[in-house]
T-cell receptor, first 109, second 113 residues
């Protein structure tokens, strides 16, 4: 059964800390893995990783895909209170889309 | 703002009723996907439409059906509502020629009593 598992389920850190969020995927005919940030309702796109593009970076956020371990990490450095959100990982295969349950990140001032 | 809108924002129905949720995609986005997100869970893929045809479906029963129209709008219809259908329903649109990035609407919160 195809699935995506995220860990930890929740995380509380202080401003300025660095956090690492994990996503493992067991997806037949893997096509891509995407990271989203969900603050209120609509998830907003952060990164997409494929077998041909395994590392992405944007400001304080970066993500790496480990094809061997079938996993990905999302790093956030120098966290800010505005980073508080649920971070979702999505695995794609063909025309199927699998989300993890998300990691709830709370950044305390 | 993603340019994707959904209506209504909230809806209350009773068990056994039918509901239609609407999504208006970004212009030029001929692919739309629908998701169900229960409280505390990640989105669950319901189905995807491409050029008005369903071309992918998750593990949802046939009482979940959809339509996509030439004007980049789409509908999610749910018949014989059950209590467990209470959730946030999200649509997301993309232009496949522009890559994998999809843009989510704000969602419709459905409560089934």
């Amino acid at each position: 059964e195809d699935k995506v598992v995220q860990s930890p389920l929740s995380l509380v850190v202080h401003e300025g800390d660095t956090v690492t969020l994990n996503c493992s995927y067991e997806v037949t005919n893997f096509r891509s893995l995407l990271w989203y940030k969900q603050e209120k309702k609509a998830p907003t796109f952060l990164f997409m990783l494929t077998s041909s593009g395994i590392e992405k970076k944007s400001g304080r956020l970066s993500s790496i895909l480990d094809k061997k371990e079938l996993s990905s990490i999302l790093n956030i450095t120098a966290t800010q209170t505005g980073d508080s959100a649920i971070y979702l990982c999505e695995g794609r295969t063909g025309n199927q889309f699998y989300f993890g349950t998300g990691t709830s990140l709370t950044v305390i001032p | 703002e993603t340019g994707v809108t959904q209506s209504p924002t909230h809806l209350i129905k009773t068990r056994g009723q039918q509901v239609t949720l609407r999504c208006s995609s970004q212009s030029g986005h001929n692919t739309v996907s629908w998701y169900q997100q229960a409280l505390g869970q990640g989105p669950q893929f319901i189905f995807q439409y491409y050029r008005e045809e369903e071309n992918g479906r998750g593990n949802f029963p046939p009482r979940f059906s959809g339509l996509q129209f030439p004007n980049y709008s789409s509908e999610l219809n749910v018949n014989a509502l059950e209590l467990d259908d209470s959730a946030l329903y999200l649509c997301a649109s993309r232009d496949p020629s522009g890559g994998e990035t999809q843009y989510f609407g704000p969602g419709t919160r459905l409560l089934v009593l």
